[in-house]
């Protein structure tokens, strides 16, 4: 048995998969949502580093798939299926979404952060896994690092204690 722990990172608007004994992390989360999905049996994890809410904003024909809650959460399920994860079995756990800055403006533009966190919970919702536990919203950044051996989700804020989910 190998204890050796590697640590995959995740960047903005990326995503990737990890097995046991594996930790995957993300930081620089602020209004962006950081979106883990696990089968905690199979001990199979993934994480999304989610940009924005809706693909359809995309200006340019070939965008980042990965940078929508839209696209980048189902092509995260199907990758962790491809591996092993059984969909009846998937669970997720949800940090990130801070509003960031200060607007006078009511826009809904401008809360990138709360749209990106209700476009994670629609496509969680619309693909039947439940969100076990959530750190959303607030206006701190967030680091997260999700371990697939313990299902627990560390989350690190700026200026703040560590602390499990």
């Known amino acids: 048995m190998n204890d050796t722990k590697t640590i ?9 998969l990890v097995t046991a004994p ?26 999304s580093h989610v940009l924005l809410p ?18 980048a959460v189902p092509i995260l399920i199907d990758k962790l299926l491809k591996r092993g994860a059984r969909k009846y079995a998937l669970k997720a756990k949800i940090a990130g ?4 800055f200060n607007f006078t403006s009511t826009s809904d533009i401008m809360r990138i952060g709360a ?19 959530s750190d959303v919203a607030g206006n701190v950044g967030r ?6 051996s313990t299902s627990m989700l560390k989350i690190r804020k700026v200026n703040k204690d560590e602390f499990y989910i």
């Open 8 to 16: 995959v990172k995740v960047g903005i608007a990326d995503l990737n």
């Open 54 to 71: 809706d693909s359809k904003l995309a200006k340019q024909a070939n965008f980042n798939t990965y940078k929508f809650a839209d696209t």
């Open 22 to 47: 594996d930790i995957i992390r993300t930081s620089g989360l602020g209004s962006c949502v950081g979106v883990v999905i696990y089968d905690p049996t199979k001990k199979v994890a993934g994480l």
């Open 97 to 100: 979404g801070a509003q960031m």
């Open 143 to 148: 680091t997260i690092e999700f371990d697939p």
């Open 115 to 133: 749209r990106n966190i209700e476009a994670v919970q629609l496509v969680l919702k619309e693909n039947q896994i439940p969100i076990l536990s």
